[in-house]
């Protein structure tokens, strides 16, 4: 019985550690930010992720979203945060609408927001 009892708590243990460990490596929070329009791009539906508020990407976003570029192309961003990696595609009218800047890689960014038009 003691044994048994033995391996009982040490299983808990292990689920503990376990889940106290994996904390520490949870994927980024996320938020959906108020939707807003922009010239030429219509209405913007956006969100952030990580440590990045909404209120700290909007001024990045709005900055990204008034600089045109070849319609219906990839967008060059070259005006994102310092330390992000951006990435775009631009409307019929050469706005970047569509895409994120994120830390990280594209398939597991820690921090970013991203954005459709």
Request: glycine share 12%; proline share 5%; net charge positive.
């Amino acid at each position: 019985m003691t044994a048994r009892y033995a391996a009982v708590i040490a299983a808990v243990a292990i689920a503990v550690v376990a889940a106290t460990t994996g904390a520490a490596h949870a994927a980024p929070t996320a938020g959906i930010c108020k939707s807003f329009s922009a010239s030429g791009a219509g209405k913007i539906q956006w969100s952030a992720i990580g440590n990045v508020t909404c209120q700290q990407a909007k001024p990045w976003l709005v900055k990204i979203l008034s600089k045109h570029g070849v319609p219906d192309a990839q967008a060059k961003v070259t005006n994102g945060p310092t330390g992000f990696h951006c990435r775009a595609t631009n409307n019929a009218k050469g706005i970047p609408s569509v895409g994120a800047c994120y830390t990280g890689t594209i398939k597991f960014p820690k921090n970013g927001f991203q954005w459709f038009g």
